[in-house]
């Protein structure tokens, strides 16, 4: 079965430092990785996913087939960016991981310190 | 557009009962999934609707079911509640056709005492 793995529980930099959460997978396949976010009191919202290649508010993350990893960076971490954060990965198609059921991993609280 | 509403937001049952969760989905949306987030952890899928049946099922007991109405609604039943279902329930809706992404809902809180 699928399985993914966030190995830090919390997360904590001070604000203009480079910030990398970690987010590795096990699947024999080929899945799609997704990024979520959930700010205080907010909803879990999508951030980003890895076959639009695109940077949401300066994140960005890269699938490592050979490592089973995609990992969030962020070259300069903002105090807005305090938050919650999920990597998830679907085995069917994109659609933001609304074609098919996700596997969470167990998330990472970031801190951002000023 | 409210986007994906829940109800109600809190709940409290005791050993044995059931429960229902409902869900709207997001406007133009088909497809309504639900999650399980205990305390401290991620999500985990427990089923999805899309026309009025279930397409997709994690790895969840038979007291879990549901059903989809034809305005795409979505309600959570939990039979037998244990005390290991108190969690958080999160409803997320979808249109894959359309390319929508997911938009969860803010969730029920269940306790089960």
């Known amino acids: 079965a699928q399985r993914v793995t966030q190995p830090e529980k919390l997360l904590s930099v001070f604000k203009g430092a480079p910030v990398e959460l970690k987010c590795n997978y096990s699947?024999?396949?080929?899945?799609?990785l997704f990024w979520y976010v959930q700010y205080s009191r907010q909803r879990l919202q999508l951030l980003l996913r890895?076959?639009s290649r695109e940077s949401i508010k300066g994140f960005t993350a890269d699938l490592n087939k050979g490592e089973t990893s995609f990992h969030l960076k962020k070259p300069f971490a903002q105090e807005e960016d305090s938050a919650m954060y999920y990597c998830?990965?679907?085995?069917?198609?994109?659609?933001?991981?609304?074609?098919?059921?996700?596997?969470f991993g167990k998330g990472t609280h970031l801190i951002i310190q000023p | 557009d409210a986007g994906v509403t829940q109800s109600p937001t809190h709940l409290i049952k005791t050993r044995g009962q059931q429960v229902t969760l409902r869900c709207s989905p997001k406007s133009g949306h088909d497809t309504v999934s639900w999650y399980q987030q205990a305390l401290g952890q991620g999500p985990q899928f427990i089923f999805q609707?899309?026309?009025?049946?279930?397409?997709q099922r994690g790895n969840f007991p038979d007291r879990f079911s549901g059903h989809q109405f034809p305005n795409y609604s979505s309600e959570l039943n939990v039979n037998a509640l244990l005390l290991g279902d108190s969690a958080l329930y999160l409803c997320?809706?979808?249109?894959?056709?359309?390319?929508?992404?997911?938009?969860f809902g803010s969730g029920t809180q269940l306790s089960v005492l």
């Open positions: 699947y024999s396949g080929s899945p799609e």
């Open positions: 609707y899309y026309e009025e049946e279930e397409r």
């Open positions: 998830a990965l679907s085995l069917t198609g994109y659609s933001g991981g609304g074609a098919d059921g996700l596997t």
């Open positions: 890895h076959i």
């Open positions: 997320a809706s979808s249109n894959p056709a359309a390319g929508e992404k997911l938009f």
